[in-house]
């Protein structure tokens, strides 16, 4: 089919086909299936891109333009907007009390040993009956509970004192305080108290101990050092004994900083161990008094481990004990003759490769026992002057009562009545199962 006045003017400069170029301003068919084959080709369309001419950039750009409309359109209407969220339900106040406070947990920060915290704990009743608060306890002995309101009506405030005594303690704390209320939500809640103690006193050794030898009869003394930790000239003075036993003599090194507690034992000394405490005054008004403890421990001449021997039910055959006897005086120490005022224990002395020391052998025979309240006795005879015997009680475990001693209860059950006097064993089923093979 041809198409006719389809004709329109280019001034392309491309080649034909054949070879040849057309002239200038030759009109050209619109439907050239040549040309349109070369274009497809390629060859036209490399040409087309190096045109000098601007007329196809301007009809892209007009064709663009007037597309805009047409796709815009084609997106239809926006969609409506989304619907708002239904309103909140209505909170509506809890039933019964309820207990709030501002805050279970209140932290001190620093204080010096020795200080007293107080603190009161803020208590609301956010409910709607009235709030009854029936108990505070504290977790410790350090911690003291004051006053505290009892009862607490609806919407109101009352409060719960706490007081706390960092006296003995050092580093970081916490106590903890449970309160007990006919609360609904909590009717048991934790409060707790923490922070840091220092101590505004180094005193090293924390405690003077002296340690005597069983034959000294002279004064003996020990030094104890006390660091000022304030940071401010502190004075301390007068040191006093409480036992008459030590004496003390306070000496400053450095100004208000540091100090020298001189502890002396005086004799006579008595056995074992003895203690006591120096107190000393201080400008400090927090801290007043610094108290150090002191011990004077006479070790005895002759030490025996273990210091008793405890026997029980002994089995079917021989069965031996070791006690270690060991001498700390100056003369070395010798041990004889070792008896048993109970004629069925076997002892026997052995040195050991420690001088004045010595191991003590108590053999008892099966079945050994001793009558009820009874005890025995060893005795090794020494070369000390002061301990010339050496004595080590035997005692015993006290045995259970057999079932039979033991008195029944004034009206027992009748289960219990057939089973103590069965002698422990189950009575008999009223109805026992049938033997294997019976119907």
Known sequence: MAVSGAKTSFNAGWDTPGGTKPAKNRDVPLLDFSRLRGFLDGRYLRQLMNMKSMRLYATLILSAIIAAPVCLAAQGNPPPPLAPPPPAALTLPASGPIIEFDNTTYDFGRAA?????????????????????????????????????????????????LQFDTSGLNGTVQRTIDVFSNAKNQPRETLYLKGTVWKPFDVFPTVAVLSIPPDFTNEMTTTVRIVNQTGNPVTISNPVSANRLFSAVLKEIRPGTEYQLAVTALPPFPAGNSPGTITLNTSLPANPTINVPVSASVIPPIQVYPSQIIVSSLPDHWTTNRVTIHGNTTNLLALSNPKADDSRIHVEIQPTSSKGMFTLLVSFPPGFHLAAGKKAEITVESNHPRLPLVKIPVTEYPHPKPMSALRGHPNPTPAAAALFNTGGASPAHPNPPPAPGQP
Do not use: R
């Open 113 to 161: 040993m020795g200080e007293k915290i107080q603190h009161t704990f803020a208590v609301t009743n956010t409910g709607n009956q009235t709030l009854q608060i029936t108990n505070v306890h504290p977790g410790c002995h350090c911690t003291t509970v004051g006053d505290w309101t009892h009862l607490v009506e609806p919407g109101k405030t009352g409060g719960i004192t």
